[in-house]
């Protein structure tokens, strides 16, 4: 009987060396971090999407025969808000790259409107409009802080999976690398902005 408790002890000793070695915590743990800075991407996006309709209004006031960028705007919002997203974005490459480029063809959008407000002054000069501008401008800001952490949460994460003898384990439990932000084509260039 005692020969079978020394062998348990050992057993459960070796078990949790084991375990502790192969970084299966540590996996759930950076797994995690990723998924509460993807969150924050998200909830800097969502601040976004609840500011365009009311930017849309101001504008629409002073701007009623630029219906085409209105209606740009509208749509690329409508895009962005009928993407279902979840975790299963993080871990979908394909998915993950049709959020990004709705997400850019909403800042597209948003461009290419407060670009038009050029031709307004009257518009320019509205206390509300001024407001909303720099609301959607510190949102822009926002965005981008939280992508680039995101950005480094993902590669610490990938970073770990991909380490021996984490790969093993992260091969086990059906854990992958998680896709990560990357730039638009052409978005090395300046854009192009005429009146």
Same mark, same amino acid.
């Given at each position: 009987?005692?020969?079978?408790? =020394? ?17 299966y ?5 950076? /797994?995690?971090?990723?998924?509460a800075s ?13 500011l ?7 504008? =629409? ?6 219906? =085409? ?14 993407l279902?997203? /979840? ?40 206390e509300?409009?001024? /407001? ?23 590669? /610490? ?31 090395? =260039?300046?854009p192009t902005?005429?009146?």
């Open positions: 009987m005692n020969m079978i408790k =020394k062998g348990l002890v050992a057993l459960t000793l070796a078990s949790t060396l084991t375990f502790t070695g192969c970084g915590n540590t996996l759930q743990q950076k /797994d995690e971090a990723v998924t993807w969150s924050e991407v998200e909830n800097q996006y969502q601040r976004r999407a609840d365009v309709p009311n930017l849309v209004n101001v504008v =629409k006031g002073y701007a009623t025969h630029e219906e =085409k960028v209105l209606t740009e705007v509208t749509e690329a919002r409508a895009n962005v808000a009928g279902k997203v /979840d975790k299963e974005v993080l871990n979908d490459p394909e998915l993950f790259k049709k959020y990004q480029q709705a997400q850019s063809q909403m800042t597209g959008a948003l461009s290419r409107l407060l670009a038009v407000t050029e031709n307004y002054p009257d518009l320019k000069a509205n509300q409009f001024k /407001d909303l501008q720099a609301q959607l401008e510190g949102t822009e800001n926002r965005i981008a802080v939280a992508r680039n952490r995101y950005i480094t949460t993902v590669q /610490d994460y990938n970073t770990y999976v991909r380490q021996f003898p984490q790969a093993m384990t992260a091969k086990v439990i059906g854990m992958k690398t998680k896709p990560n932000f990357s730039a638009d084509a052409g978005s090395n =260039k300046a902005v005429s009146f």
